[in-house]
């Protein structure tokens, strides 16, 4: 069966991705399912770089076709931070989502409302070392103060999408498999999946 090594150790992302790309003829692994213990240093200075780096380094140490994503929330009030460093968007060592979300609403106290944001993801596919495919996805909405719903993680509680009134939290799966940025990568990259898997 064809293998497709989802390269990340974020439960949340491989809970998205395995329901996006579950219609497909491929079986989904990750990288607890074979073992593979990898903490890839994202430097990078692009989404695109650091998705690269994360699959390639996957594809190294499994031989699986991989992959990767990499994500970050532009918030326009802070001339686009917290950007490629939302994953560590915060002074406090170990900081956790929450401590993440308090840091940015703090930076933007003082900040004329609304706060208006896009979430962007850039999602790798790495076959073998010369053959790397790119492809993005963005999802558009602004920061409230006030966090609400329970679903989802990293920003998802203060990222309202104002057309529903509804924070990416208060989503259903199958809606957030709809509209989130990483859902509009990961179904541009699904016609690159289905050519290189032969389905």
């Not at 679903?151 to 104002?162: K, Q």
């Not at 498999?177 to 990259?189: E, G, P, Q, T, V």
Request: hydrophobic letters at 40%; charged letters at 30%; aromatic letters at 6%.
């Amino acid at each position: 069966m064809n293998k497709l090594l989802i390269a990340t150790n974020n439960k949340g992302k491989v809970k998205e991705i395995r329901a996006l790309l579950d219609d497909l003829k491929i079986e989904l692994v990750t990288p607890a399912d074979i073992h593979l213990s990898l903490d890839v240093h994202e430097d990078g200075k692009t989404y695109a770089e650091n998705a690269t780096k994360k699959a390639v380094a996957f594809f190294r140490a499994s031989g699986l076709i991989c992959l990767a994503d990499d994500s970050g929330l532009e918030v326009d009030a802070l001339n686009g931070a917290p950007g490629l460093f939302s994953a560590r968007y915060s002074s406090k060592p170990g900081a956790s989502d929450a401590d993440r979300r308090t840091f940015l609403l703090q930076n933007l106290r003082d900040k004329p409302r609304p706060w208006t944001a896009r979430f962007h993801a850039t999602v790798a596919i790495v076959v073998s070392e010369n053959d790397i495919r790119l492809v993005e996805g963005e999802c558009k909405g602004e920061i409230i103060p006030e966090e609400r719903g329970t679903s989802g993680f990293g920003y998802d509680p203060i990222f309202l999408i104002p057309e529903l009134n509804r924070t990416m939290a208060e989503l259903e799966m199958d809606e957030k498999n709809r509209l989130s940025h990483r859902a509009r990568a990961i179904l541009n990259a699904k016609p690159i999946l289905m050519k290189i898997f032969d389905l």
